[in-house]
C-alpha cells in the first residue's frame, strides 16, 4: 500500500489513491496512510454476519470517494460477488492483488514458506514468483497480469528471500496498477488483455 501512495505522490504512476480501508482497527497502514494526508476507513469485519454485508458496507463508505479500482495491498480476506460486481461494472477498473508465489503452483498464505519449502512439506524452489493478477471470487485465482522471478538461493535464510521478495512486490504492483489505469491492461470475459503501445 505504501509503495502505491509512495509512486502515486511522486508522480511515477498515473493514479491517484482517493482513500485506505481496513478491516482491522490496528492496521499499520492506516497510521501510514493518514500521514501522507490520505483518507482512512475502518469497517471492522467483526461487526457484520456475512462477507458480503461487510463488503456492502465497505462500498458505501467509499461512495463519496468514487474509486474505480480496488487494490488489495495486505488485505488477507476473499472477495465476494458483491465487492467484484461493483469495481467490475461500466467505468470501473476492477480489484488488483499482489501474491508472492506463482499463482498456478500455491495459493493462499505463506507463498514464501511454499518457495521455502516449508508449507505441506514440500520441495525448496530454485526460483519463486512475485505476481500481480486481477481477483476473482477465488483465493489467489484470478487472471495473472505480471509474473517476476525472484532467485531462491541455496544459502538464503526465510527473511533474506521475503526481503527481496517484498523489494521486487513494491516495484512490480504500483507499475500493474499503473497499466491497468491507464487501460494499457484490462479484464474482460476474465482474460487480461493488452493495449498495444506506440
Not at 504512476?13 to 482497527?25: F, I, K, Q, Y
Not at 471470487?137 to 526481503?163: W, Y
Request: glycine residues 10%; proline residues 6%.
Amino acid at each position: 500500500m505504501e509503495a502505491i501512495c509512495a509512486a502515486a505522490s511522486a508522480g511515477l504512476v498515473g493514479v491517484r489513491v482517493v482513500a485506505v480501508v481496513s478491516d482491522e482497527p490496528d492496521a499499520s497502514g492506516l497510521a501510514r496512510a493518514a500521514r501522507r494526508g490520505i483518507p482512512t476507513l475502518v469497517v471492522d469485519r467483526r461487526k457484520f454476519a456475512s462477507r458480503g454485508d461487510h463488503e456492502r458496507a465497505i462500498l458505501e463508505a467509499l461512495e463519496p470517494y468514487a474509486p474505480r479500482m480496488a487494490v488489495l495491498a495486505g488485505y488477507m480476506r476473499i472477495i465476494t460477488p458483491v465487492l467484484l460486481a461493483h469495481f467490475g461494472g461500466e467505468g470501473r477498473l476492477g480489484v488488483v492483488n499482489v501474491h508472492p508465489a506463482d499463482t498456478r503452483a500455491y495459493q493462499g498464505v505463506h507463498g514464501y514458506e511454499f518457495a521455502f519449502g516449508l508449507t505441506n512439506q514440500g520441495e525448496r524452489l530454485a526460483e519463486t514468483f512475485i505476481t500481480v493478477h486481477f481477483v476473482d471470487e477465488g483465493m489467489d485465482t484470478g487472471p495473472v497480469i505480471a509474473r517476476v522471478p525472484v532467485v531462491v538461493h541455496p544459502d538464503d535464510t526465510l527473511d533474506e528471500l521475503k526481503e527481496r521478495g517484498l523489494a521486487v512486490e513494491h516495484q512490480l504492483l504500483p507499475r500493474m496498477v499503473d497499466r491497468v489505469a491507464r487501460g494499457i491492461v484490462r479484464l474482460e470475459n476474465n482474460q487480461v488483455l493488452l493495449r498495444k503501445q506506440p
